[in-house]
């Protein structure tokens, strides 16, 4: 019995000695591919408390401002939205809204309010209730400081139509605006919380929806409890579950300290935990959890924006070079896992109108060097290339959310360094991304953002945090893509907008798709939306 | 002696008063203000909200008038808002403080009390094997990063034992462990130097005098040596206290516990840079209190320092 303890114990010491030198090292070890012990399968078990762990305490739940995971994460489970985007046919489906067309010009959307739908409070999610919220949505809310959500850039007004239509104008064509009405950001509350002021807005306790969870209490930082209500029985067409949530209760924690997330999974102290770093995952499957790979289909891929303000990206034969400059596989069989999908455009591979130019962005070293030569960069005495007297030194920026962009960009940083091209790697610091976020002679931002349907709101804004710049052709490409009359010429216009980004102007160095990786305990039984938030609604818990 | 406490009252406000006129210039500096920062953090913001948000929280005004209606504010105790939730910042912190209190008090606590026992241990211990190991504890103490200790008993006690939750749950170990992987990190430097000022003062004549008058080694310790050796101890644990916040803030993410830790970091992180203001300003009243309450201890513990800070020759001479 002592030896089985004090070897246990030598066991855990070692275990964690080795999550403490992989944070510390920062450039983590190959992780084998993780395949997390399906659980049983069956019919779904109602009742039971579900724990999910988020990284970070959320302060602000204001829902239509910013767009960060851990906020949307449980928004999802507690707004309902107008429509929901099915990933697996890939189809835009109905929600609160039954039914919803647009007119030829895609400046007219008309949405049929399905009947008896209510807030918690009671209150009806009719028409009327609806035009409050795509107002709130399209204009902002003034009183409460709340800008409008940046999908809804066209809007211009919404009517009440008869008893249960609501139509929307809008100020020029957007063919992307029906698929902005499913994402979270875009989640309907009662017109007694649109006229809360900002602090009111930002406190859970006072967001009220429709959806299938409803706030009971929270320990500021600490955690927040929702429990599922009864009567819910207005799910998405395409939901498995059209009732009310298997669960009783939805219990949301905090876990800031990523090396005690999968052993959190593995202990059965949560169900569900979110940023699993890839060498956690196998060593969590190994140890009787599962690991979930949730891909962000409303996502572009990561990437390293390129800004060409500080002049040494300007020639488009640079960008290229560092385009075809990058072993994207060697990434992935380094620093990621089997959990994450190298990218093959700017866009996710299930998104709609997706172009695969994975064998035009292949890696291919001598033609980079060709590329970078003949823009006249030559290699200088220390081996970085140079050009009138100025060294090809650039930087990238990126914030700290994401667990694998450190040591990515470490890895990218040795592969152009074969290539004469010295990169400055800054990422994971907050601090130097305050100034570099809004400094187009920071040549890199190393980001990913929601793209639903076209690219035009992520790159075409002239203060577009990732080119700082408003390009003339894209602009034109953009307006052409979201005036598309038909699917058809839509998602060929989609494309256009991908060979634009990545080949012929290369704005967009593309790594791999957007993926957000779960761990969770031997009995969770959980889905993920297009948007990579856990579905709670239909989630469960096998028993024992 | 009166004197001595009005002169180090007004020495506390001036130094609490630069700092906050230093966290001033320094949001000043930044290439923007506090609302564009905010909202930039991940993407480009609307203009047009940005320019009615500054205007709501007065960034918008001349500096000089944003420094002086900052300044009256903190002396009505309003902090200002925190971009990132909309209350006000005092409420914010209000929310977290006792938390954080319960653990770095405690933690303190445990710190002194561990330090003078191993003090007393290393200074009565018999053999100089044992006395060795102990004097040569705190130098290994310091060495652990408060990070790794914290996640070692994690492992063992919530993933492999399965008898403590990764959550804070209001049960004992919930509580004590974090306390624990605190004080030990604290505990050092006041026991290295209390070690060190017992072993001077061991040197000193008087103690000979008292051994010759037969008075035991405990009795010498207790009543004669710490108490001559409190002082530079008593300077140490003042300044632990920047340690005990940063240390705060490892333990408090470490056990994703609620705190003043917690709120700087993620503060930092989502650049709400009034709350990251109002955080700074109270570890400087802290800071400031702090050492303020070891200099009215001093004195009580050695007196001279009041005579000798008044200049009278007779005390020099002592």
Known sequence: ????????????????????????????????????????????VEGGTFTFAEVTPINNWQTQAARFYEKANVLNSVLDRLTYFDAESGKLVGWIAEDFKANNDQTEFTFTIRDGVTFSDGSALDAEAVKLNLDALGLGIKDAQVAPNVDFGAYKSAEVLGKNQVKVTLKRPDANFLRATSSVAAGLVSPKTLKLDNAGQSAIAKIVGSGPFVFESEKPDEEVVFTSRDDYAWAPETAENQGDAYLDKLVIKY???????????????????????????????????????????????NQAAVRIGSGKLE??????????????????????????????????????????????????????????????WKVGADGIREKDGEKLEITVATSNNSVVIKPAFELIEQQWRDLGVKLVNRAADNTFLVNALVDDKVEFFGTRQFALGGLGPVYAPANNTQTLNADEELNKLFAKEQAATSEEEHLGLVEEEQRALVLDKALALVLWDEVQVYGASQSAHVEFTSGTAPIFQGAWKSEG | MGGYIAKRVGQALLVIWLAYTAVFIAVQSLPNDPVTIFLNSDSAADPATIAQMKEYYGYDQPVIVQYFSQLLGLLRGDLGYSLSSGSEVSARIGEVVGSTLVLAGSAFVVAVVFAVALTAAASLARGPRLRNLLLNLPPLMVSIPVFWLGLVLLQLLAVQLGIMSLFPDDSFLSLAVPIFVLAVHLSAPIAQVLIKSVQEVGTQPFVDVLRAKGASESWIFYRHMLKNAAPAALSIAGITIGTLLAGSVITETVFARAGLGQLILQ???????????????????VFTSANLLVDLIHPKLDPRIITASSGSPRALAA
């Open chain 2, 267 to 285: 503060s930092v992180t989502v650049q709400d840079i009034p709350l990251v203001q109002g955080l700074v300003l109270l570890t400087a009243v």
């Open chain 1, 1 to 44: 019995m002592r030896t089985a303890h004090l070897s246990l114990k030598a066991a855990a010491l070692v275990a964690v000695l080795g999550l403490t030198l992989t944070a510390c090292g920062g450039n983590s070890t190959t992780a084998a591919p993780a395949e997390g012990a399906p659980a049983a399968a069956g019919d779904p």
């Open chain 1, 315 to 376: 020639d488009v034969k640079v960008r290229q070079a560092l385009q075809i400059g990058i072993d994207r596989q060697a990434i992935k069989d380094t620093v990621l896992s089997e959990s994450y999908v190298v990218a093959g455009s700017v866009l996710n591979h299930k998104a709609p109108g997706f172009v695969d130019l994975s064998s035009e962005i292949a890696y291919n070293p001598e033609k980079s060097k060709q590329l970078l030569d003949e823009a006249g």
């Open chain 1, 255 to 301: 876990l800031p300290e990523v090396a005690s997330r999968a052993g959190a999974a593995q202990s059965g102290q949560v169900d569900l935990v979110r940023g699993l770093q890839p060498v956690d995952e196998q060593v969590l499957a190994a140890n009787g959890g599962q690991v979930f790979a949730a891909q962000g289909v409303d996502l572009t891929t």
